[in-house]
C-alpha cells in the first residue's frame, strides 16, 4: 500500500494502479466479466493484437461520423 495519497495517477507506478483497479473490482462489462487488472497486467510480450470489428454497438457508425 501507498505511504502517501498521491495527488494524481501520474504519481502512481503501475503495480500501484494495478492494485487500485484489482482493488476496486473493476471488471469487463462484457459476458464473462473478466478482470480488468488482469487484463492490463499480461504474463507475456504481445506481438499481436486481434480487434473484434464485427460485433459491436449499433450506433457506433453514427459516433465516428
Known amino acids: 500500500m501507498l505511504d502517501h495519497a498521491p495527488q494524481t495517477v501520474a504519481e502512481l507506478d503501475n503495480q500501484a494502479i ?3 483497479i484489482r482493488d476496486a473490482g473493476i471488471a469487463g ?3 464473462a466479466q473478466f ?3 488482469i487484463k492490463l497486467n499480461p504474463v ?3 506481438d499481436l493484437v486481434i ?3 464485427v460485433e459491436c454497438e449499433p450506433t457506433l457508425p453514427q459516433m465516428i461520423d
Do not use: A, D, W
Request: aromatic letters at 0%; zero cysteines.
Open 29 to 31: 462489462m462484457g459476458g
Open 35 to 37: 478482470p480488468t487488472h
Open 51 to 53: 480487434i473484434n470489428g
Open 18 to 20: 494495478l492494485s487500485l
Open 44 to 46: 507475456s510480450e504481445i
